[in-house]
């Protein structure tokens, strides 16, 4: 059984850091998968992409946080990891990690296993 689990978030000022991990367990991305991704829900909006991470192919990034945010996985250890610099207020939302789609793009309702979230606050 395929299980994503996001670590803690929190809550920091802005042009803070912070970095979210999700341990994927059940499901190897190096030897199964075709790609992972960090997503994002703020209150009153869509879910919304911010960094995927693509077997071949490499990684891709919301234009909001690129050159901010960095998406990486430790295979050995089956960890997903988003590090996130320089957050702004507009950065607040909850953020799930997403693993398999047959298309792996911004479309998230393509992804086919989610942790469940963990909340980030970036107060300005």
């Known amino acids: 059984q395929v299980q994503l689990q996001e670590s803690w978030g929190g809550s920091v000022q802005s042009g803070g850091s912070l970095r979210l991990s999700c341990v994927v367990s059940g499901y190897t991305y190096s030897r199964y998968s075709h790609c992972m991704g960090w997503f994002r829900q703020a209150t009153g909006k869509e879910r919304e992409g911010v960094a995927i991470?693509?077997?071949?192919?490499?990684?891709h990034y919301d234009e909001s946080v690129k050159g901010r945010f960095t998406i990486s996985i430790d295979n050995a250890i089956g960890t997903v990891y988003l590090q996130m610099n320089r957050l702004k207020p507009e950065d607040t939302a909850m953020y799930y990690c997403a693993a398999e789609a047959e298309v792996c793009d911004w479309n998230w309702t393509r992804y086919q296993y989610w942790g469940q979230g963990t909340q980030v606050t970036v107060s300005s």
């Open positions: 991470i693509v077997r071949d192919q490499g990684t």
